[in-house]
């Protein structure tokens, strides 16, 4: 179907940005080089909040684009019906997307979407297209069905964590974060977690100032960027464990945390009593900063 | 269409309450007597999370069955047609609910609304059977227009404070409050303010418990009860600010802050260093225990 971006100022709202796709005819999507296209994969018992949380942020932020692709022809009703709703495209004949978000559903639900060889297949082939692939919630399955989260860091509803973890065993699976970014691969905690993982999309995309602008127009005073793990993001530590500055590696061989072999180069790194230690990802590094006594001790 | 009470343990995904309803063909709606029936108006460019939040909400609570109920027949566009959605019912065949929420929309589409009188007479009418009537974001607009918010304290989006004012100069319109309960009308701020409003409805109708249960099946960990206005609550007032225990109405006929007679039998008072003081609101009580001073040092 044919889209457009208008650039519509709401001086009326009073939101500070505001480019939103408007539906006009059921033929292929226009959109300049600038558009970001925000595909949200809808299927037969999607939760609603999964997928709307996050249309809700996209269809915020300047030069985005919000359209609805569903595994299945015709209309398509969330979890227990509560909406009925009829997506632009179905996986068949969308065009692809720069972010393609993948919200979750009850576990049977999401089990007969990852079922479907075509669907797993769409979403492989297309996340090879995305600037970033977000999951909400056990949508995270989907993500993992398609082998997308192979020797990733991720997360999860809270009650799924241990079955995330049995479907991708070279995964690592954490929780009480309410996103996790490994490279492109967002995933984000249950339900309401969609909008946080989001906004952090929006973050990367279009900086902090955009996703400060879309937080104030849907008066989400509530986003706290750090409640997310950026996996190889610096941070800055307080004393006695400091961050390496010297970008050399440390003497050990292996994750003081986790004991992984450590990536060669890794720039995950703090300084404890003199002495350099290197990590697999963020969150070794983060439980090593807790408590740095607890697996150094272990060792001597 | 039939809907029936489907309860559902979901072991699988560890929710603790969660009995939703399961929608199967299109006549009336079947429910037994201590079902709480949640009506969800939209209408033309109704804001998706406006509606979707407050329907998550419900959709997770105990003995809740949620319906759409449309202004107009036939499929239904969110803002720019986001999302098409096909709604249960009409105002015109909509059966009587307990709960009435009434989302926002870009000023151009709410004044859309409000100038059909047929969603007037629905709102008004369908108010009279509620238990609670609730607005979220600019949905605040069509309830004055209704005609159900004169003499309340009411909230909105940040943007349209002043809008909502001019509508209904006989309601009291604050801001920074994330809702506002005064009597059965719930208001709310903006957009994802709607969560939060519905969460207290849920506290109101089943019991903070409950509410609570709610969050955590939605990873909502971002509610806080305190960051809306609850008209006529008791609050616990430090000192050397003190909340009269004593009944007694206060001396003063007016209240220090707006100089309003006060309501015969208020129970909004808080004692001052030895002088009991009356308010009409819990707003302008807030306010002077703020800052007593101020108003006490006006009267000398």
């Given at each position: 179907?044919?889209r457009h971006i208008c650039?519509i100022?709401?001086?009326?709202?009073?939101?500070?940005?505001?480019?939103t796709p408007v539906k006009q005819?059921?033929?292929?999507?226009?959109?300049?080089?600038?558009?970001?296209?925000?595909?949200?994969?809808?299927?037969?018992?999607?939760?609603?909040?999964?997928?709307?949380?996050?249309?809700?942020?996209?269809?915020?932020?300047?030069?985005?684009?919000?359209?609805?692709?569903?595994?299945?022809?015709?209309?398509?009703?969330?979890?227990?019906?509560?909406?009925?709703?009829?997506?632009?495209?179905?996986?068949?004949?969308?065009?692809?997307?720069?972010?393609?978000?993948?919200?979750?559903?009850?576990?049977?639900?999401?089990?007969?979407?990852?079922?479907?060889?075509?669907?797993?297949?769409?979403?492989?082939?297309?996340?090879?297209?995305?600037?970033?692939?977000?999951?909400?919630?056990?949508?995270?399955?989907?993500?993992?069905?398609?082998?997308?989260?192979?020797?990733?860091?991720?997360?999860?509803?809270?009650?799924?964590?241990?079955?995330?973890?049995?479907?991708?065993?070279?995964?690592?699976?954490?929780?009480?974060?309410?996103?996790?970014?490994?490279?492109?691969?967002?995933?984000?905690?249950?339900?309401?977690?969609?909008?946080?993982?989001?906004?952090?999309?929006?973050?990367?995309?279009?900086?902090?100032?955009?996703?400060?602008?879309?937080?104030?127009?849907?008066?989400?005073?509530?986003?706290?960027?750090?409640?997310?793990?950026?996996?190889?993001?610096?941070?800055?530590?307080?004393?006695?464990?400091?961050?390496?500055?010297?970008?050399?590696?440390?003497?050990?061989?292996?994750?003081?945390?986790?004991?992984?072999?450590?990536?060669?180069?890794?720039?995950?790194?703090?300084?404890?009593?003199?002495?350099?230690?290197?990590?697999?990802?963020?969150?070794?590094?983060?439980?090593?900063?807790?408590?740095?006594?607890?697996?150094?001790?272990?060792?001597?």
């Amino acid at each position: 179907m044919i889209r457009h971006i208008c650039i519509i100022l709401l001086s009326a709202f009073g939101f500070m940005s505001c480019n939103t796709p408007v539906k006009q005819s059921h033929t292929a999507a226009k959109a300049d080089s600038t558009t970001i296209r925000v595909a949200v994969l809808v299927y037969p018992g999607v939760e609603l909040l999964d997928f709307s949380g996050p249309a809700e942020v996209f269809s915020n932020t300047t030069g985005c684009e919000v359209y609805l692709v569903s595994t299945v022809n015709g209309p398509v009703g969330s979890r227990h019906n509560i909406l009925t709703m009829m997506p632009d495209y179905t996986i068949h004949n969308a065009p692809q997307p720069d972010i393609l978000v993948i919200p979750g559903a009850l576990v049977d639900s999401v089990t007969a979407a990852y079922k479907d060889p075509e669907v797993l297949r769409y979403i492989n082939q297309v996340n090879k297209g995305t600037k970033m692939t977000m999951s909400v919630c056990t949508g995270a399955l989907l993500l993992s069905k398609a082998g997308l989260t192979k020797g990733k860091i991720i997360t999860t509803h809270w009650a799924v964590v241990d079955t995330l973890q049995a479907i991708d065993t070279m995964a690592t699976v954490v929780k009480d974060k309410r996103f996790v970014a490994d490279g492109k691969i967002i995933t984000t905690a249950g339900i309401s977690a969609g909008i946080d993982g989001a906004l952090h999309v929006v973050e990367m995309l279009k900086g902090i100032k955009e996703a400060n602008a879309v937080c104030r127009a849907m008066e989400y005073d509530k986003w706290n960027p750090a409640a997310g793990l950026v996996v190889g993001k610096t941070t800055v530590i307080s004393s006695p464990v400091k961050q390496s500055t010297t970008g050399a590696l440390p003497a050990a061989g292996t994750d003081p945390v986790c004991h992984m072999p450590m990536k060669k180069g890794t720039l995950i790194t703090a300084m404890y009593k003199g002495k350099m230690y290197g990590f697999c990802s963020d969150y070794c590094k983060a439980d090593f900063v807790k408590n740095p006594t607890e697996y150094v001790m272990d060792k001597k």
